[in-house]
């Protein structure tokens, strides 16, 4: 017997929510979406295509971070693991609210990243310059800590931060404090 229509868009709506809205072709699948139905729902105008195999419910609003999330999404290896993160630029836009629908999204990969595809149109990609690079989040986004923000002092946070952002915040507070003794 087979899952129902609704139950699937209710679980793939679900993991969506923590992704800013995105999910790939993959998690589709993973869902129990059949590959073939994927142009039906963006022709019907319920899914959009933001790159190749990743998409966007159209309910959901493209927002900056929703941006960062779906190229953050094709940066994911084959096991469906993220590979990217954001720049510190990019990431500072984002935090900053100045980061515009023009504006491409850095993204910082490994070194030997390697896409069978082209770099979309939006994306920009640099190359780690070591192995061991800092990273925290933002919005639940991985990104790469300028070193500005490796030797600051702690600061107060923000009242906008949901309870994920609270928390990682926290985190990367315990980590600075760890360095500074």
Same mark, same amino acid.
């Given at each position: ?28 699948? @993973? !869902?129990?979406? /059949?590959?073939?139905?994927? =142009? ?9 295509? $933001?790159? %190749? #195999? ?34 510190? @630029? !990019?990431?500072? /836009?984002?935090?900053?609210? =100045? ?9 910082? $990969?490994? %070194? #030997? ?69």
């Amino acid at each position: 017997m087979g899952t129902s229509s609704k139950e699937l868009a209710r679980k793939l709506r679900k993991l969506a929510a923590r992704q800013h809205g995105c999910f790939t072709a993959a998690q589709a699948v @993973e !869902t129990g979406y /059949a590959d073939s139905v994927h =142009l039906y729902h963006v022709k019907n105008g319920k899914w959009v295509r $933001v790159f %190749r #195999g990743i998409y966007r419910f159209a309910d959901m609003p493209e927002t900056p971070a929703a941006r960062c999330m779906a190229a953050l999404l094709w940066t994911r290896d084959k096991t469906g693991k993220i590979q990217g993160f954001l720049a510190p @630029e !990019t990431a500072e /836009a984002l935090r900053s609210d =100045l980061l515009s629908a023009e504006d491409p999204i850095q993204i910082v $990969v490994p %070194r #030997g990243f390697r896409r069978s595809s082209e770099v979309p149109s939006g994306i920009q990609i640099a190359t780690a310059e070591s192995s061991s690079h800092k990273t925290s989040k933002i919005y639940g986004l991985p990104v790469q800590q300028s070193p500005a923000e490796t030797t600051t002092a702690p600061i107060a946070p923000r009242g906008d931060l949901d309870a994920p952002d609270y928390y990682d915040w926290l985190d990367y507070q315990a980590v600075l404090c760890e360095k500074a003794t």
